[in-house]
């Protein structure tokens, strides 16, 4: 009630782009209004926000990294209830739309700022480490900000690639849980041949950050890479629930109440009878399509030479994961 009767002046802004252009980098200012954090994509908030005058006009709001920094610390904001990884196409997208559905949630789908400030080059002089994790830090908890005094849960769905920056992600956070969602790496490469993502194409996220060398995607095949990126992430969900306690391994099931129930039990949610049922409801559409009916994939003939070692880490994570598995909530 206090948000309301005192709105903080940020109420209605939010951090929204690196411009990394300047020198030193900065950042520009998003005006929200009313508009809920719950898009299927953050993206999708930022389209609808765009034509706003304060928005669409010939000046932007900016600051600076230390600026975003001490703003945050002045606005009422919900700690990270859980930050989820997944390996792409794998559900992600369904449980985030599920998690929004109870307006107390705050959810927050793929965030390019937050991406943004990941991926800075290290050290590259003009954003130092220590810097660059304490604008990561502010830019969560300025997008957590209690607006309405009635949110109680943030829920975090990272880009594909951002299991690579688990270490600083768990130091940052350390007492956050840390989901883990994966599936087949024959279904999620044929998902991928439909809409492939930035993580799916050779050279839109540079080679290093995968670990790869240069020369390894020289007229490489698409598919072939993208089984080379699933080795990688299923590699880095190993270790993660090898030496971290506080996660889960979640494999993707069509039914995503399944994947829900497992989440609610392992986040210690409670929702009530008329959110469990929308959630049902939701259940039975397309995760990134809301309006579309969601149809199974048909299953590939046969799994490709190229997909064994990823299909090896994924049963190695399979048992990993009967071994950490919770009994199902009825």
Known sequence: MSNLLHPHPLRHWIPDKLLSANTPPACRWLYLADQPLNAPFF???????????????????????????????????VAPSAFIFHVSRC????????????ERHIVLSEVPLLDALLRLPPNAGAVPVHQQEQAFRATLQLLSHQRTGRETHVF??????????????????????????????????????????MHAIPGLLSPEHFGFAPDQLAGIDLDVYMATVLERYFEIFLAIADRDTNCTLVNYDADGMVMMRHLIQFLKLKPDEIHYRAMEQRCDYHGKYPNQTFLQEPAAPATPHYLQPALKLYRQLEERRQQLSISPVN
Do not use: M
């Open 91 to 102: 559900g992600s997208t369904l449980l985030a739309q599920l998690l929004s559905l109870d």
């Open 156 to 197: 975090i769905k990272t880009d594909s690639w951002h299991s690579l920056a688990y270490e600083t992600i768990r130091r940052l956070y350390p007492d956050t849980p840390f989901v883990l969602l994966y599936r087949s790496p024959d279904a999620v490469v044929r998902s991928q041949r439909n809409r492939r993502g």
């Open 43 to 77: 993206e999708d908030t930022r389209q609808r926000c765009l034509n706003h005058p304060y928005n669409s006009g010939p000046l932007s709001v900016v600051s600076s990294l230390d600026g975003l920094i001490d703003f945050a610390q002045t606005v009422p904001s």
